[in-house]
């Protein structure tokens, strides 16, 4: 099993930047995803391999990885990016994905 | 258009059964791992399976072996999870997603909405 921690909430002014953190334990050896998610719908991938962006997902998202912390940043955040974000890694060893408990990232 | 969608969710007593489905389009279904993600109603996101592109190879949360077990049907594009003696704390929306390519690891990048199941006396 591994171990994926993620602060519950986080608030951003319109504009800002927010910077979403992932911790485990080295995670910086692994592949680190993020997705995005909107209440009452499913999951998108806003982030692969820890920086690489999927086509049609704005180049304000960017993300990095290293030693226990992966971070899924938003630049001039927009009130459409109000979702829930959870980072997701596989395990080799086991061939199992796990995902963090998610953030809630609120613009106000 | 890519699309999963799911389907076979309901209600069912505790110790029952129940099997899902997950249709496939719009893409060459064999050249991708398939996988259930499922999430408790305003929880978070949980990786409960996955299945190799040949069905050969599959893989699941510790809790949920030898209770589920994940299939799919290259000829007729779909997946499937049956579960056997449901527990309470199966009960959640399941989705269907598409792994990026034949390997185990890496993202999610297509998912269905979702087939809830409630396991309720």
């Known amino acids: 099993s591994y171990v994926l921690t993620q602060p519950p909430s986080l608030t951003v002014a319109p504009g800002q930047t927010a910077r979403v953190p992932c911790g485990g334990h080295?995670?910086?050896?692994?592949?680190v995803q993020w997705y995005q998610q909107k209440p009452g719908q499913a999951p998108v991938a806003v982030m692969y391999d820890d920086s690489d962006r999927p086509s049609g997902i704005p180049d304000r998202f960017s993300g990095s990885n290293s030693g226990n912390t992966a971070t899924l940043t938003i630049t001039r955040v927009e009130v459409g990016d109000e979702a829930d974000y959870y980072c997701q890694v596989w395990e080799r060893s086991s061939d199992n994905h796990f995902f963090g408990p998610g953030t809630k990232v609120t613009v106000l | 258009e890519v699309q999963l969608v799911e389907s076979g969710g309901g209600v069912v007593q505790p110790g029952g059964s129940l099997t899902l489905s997950c249709a496939a389009s719009g893409f060459s279904f064999d050249d991708y791992t398939l996988h259930w993600v499922r999430q408790v109603p305003g929880g978070g996101l949980e990786w409960v399976a996955l299945v190799s592109w040949d069905g050969i190879f599959a893989y699941y949360l510790e809790s949920v072996k030898g209770r589920f077990t994940i299939s799919r049907d290259n000829h007729k594009n779909s997946l499937y999870l049956q579960m056997k003696s449901l527990r309470t704390d199966d009960t959640a929306l399941f989705y269907c997603?598409?792994?990026?390519?034949?390997?185990?690891?890496?993202?999610?990048?297509?998912w269905g909405q979702g087939t809830m199941v409630i396991v309720s006396s």
């Open positions: 080295d995670i910086g050896r692994k592949s």
């Open positions: 997603a598409r792994g990026r390519s034949t390997s185990s690891s890496g993202a999610f990048d297509v």
